[in-house]
């Protein structure tokens, strides 16, 4: 009897251990590690502690809470950040990447979570007209390195513009608030945040109209990049993005830090893959 009563509960405590093996691993979250260029505020900056904050980081960790994704972030300079996913130092890049045809033939993308036009900025005292393209011969534009907008000004402007190529956008700010701009060609929440030309007291202004065309160079929006063969990480993260615009949570984080809508709103049908 004693030897059936010990059996029972060796074969009753392996069954719970399995079961809650199997229940562990059902709990344990998938590590994913974000590429991100640092600084790009107001969508990425440091604390005074030196952690890292902002617009992305917050949309970020949200996005990989619902996915049940265990997220880390890594600091990468934006012109190796696309070969930085493709040698596997991360996993996916959430960095405000526009979705553009030459990325699309190396990653894979999201559907976009964010759009925003690119602006000309100069000094307010400064009487440039961004339209009439041959009396820009010989001025000095600033631009981030890789970027579209260093796509577009090379394309359009590069016959009559000087362009002067920087590794981050706060570069840029700071050599044109330093006068050794003549102009810079900026994304609209990075104008808005570093320059604020919007205040009638502003030192500087925009010039001619905001810019998101042509889509070859400026995209469809600003969107999470994959490995091409990450099909599945990039469906959670689809699902996650669809989730945080149908219940508020994308409006409440925008509010947050920006005056101004840059929302992408995902179609039923995106939404229904």
Request: proline share 4%; glycine share 6%; net charge negative.
């Amino acid at each position: 009897m004693n030897k059936w009563i010990t059996s029972a509960l060796l074969a009753g405590a392996l069954v719970s251990g399995q079961l809650l093996g199997q229940a562990m691993a059902q709990d344990a979250k998938e590590t994913v590690r974000l590429g991100i260029d640092v600084p790009y505020e107001p969508f990425v900056m440091r604390d005074a502690d030196g952690k890292l904050e902002g617009f992305e980081i917050d949309l970020g960790n949200e996005l990989c809470a619902r996915a049940n994704l265990e997220c880390s972030w890594v600091e990468q300079s934006w012109d190796g950040i696309i070969p930085g996913l493709l040698a596997r130092k991360y996993d996916a890049i959430l960095s405000s990447m526009a979705i553009t045809p030459e990325r699309e033939r190396q990653v894979m993308f999201s559907l976009p979570y964010y759009n925003t036009p690119s602006v000309w900025i100069t000094a307010r005292d400064r009487d440039i007209d961004i339209d009439e393209k041959q009396s820009l011969e010989g001025l000095s534009v600033g631009v981030q390195r890789g970027t579209i907008r260093d796509v577009y000004v090379t394309q359009e402007y590069g016959d009559v513009l000087d362009i002067h190529r920087y590794g981050s956008s706060q570069e840029v700010v700071n050599d044109l608030q330093s006068g050794r701009l003549d102009l810079t060609f900026e994304d609209f929440p990075i104008a808005v945040d570093a320059i604020d030309f919007r205040q009638d007291d502003s030192p500087y202004k925009q010039l001619g109209d905001s810019i998101k065309t042509p889509t070859s160079i400026f995209g469809k929006g600003a969107a999470m990049a994959f490995r091409q063969r990450d099909k599945a990480l990039a469906a959670k993260f689809d699902k996650a993005i669809c989730e945080v615009y149908a219940d508020g949570t994308f409006d409440k984080l925008m509010e947050q830090y920006f005056d101004y809508d840059l929302s992408v709103r995902p179609s039923e049908a995106d939404c229904a893959q």
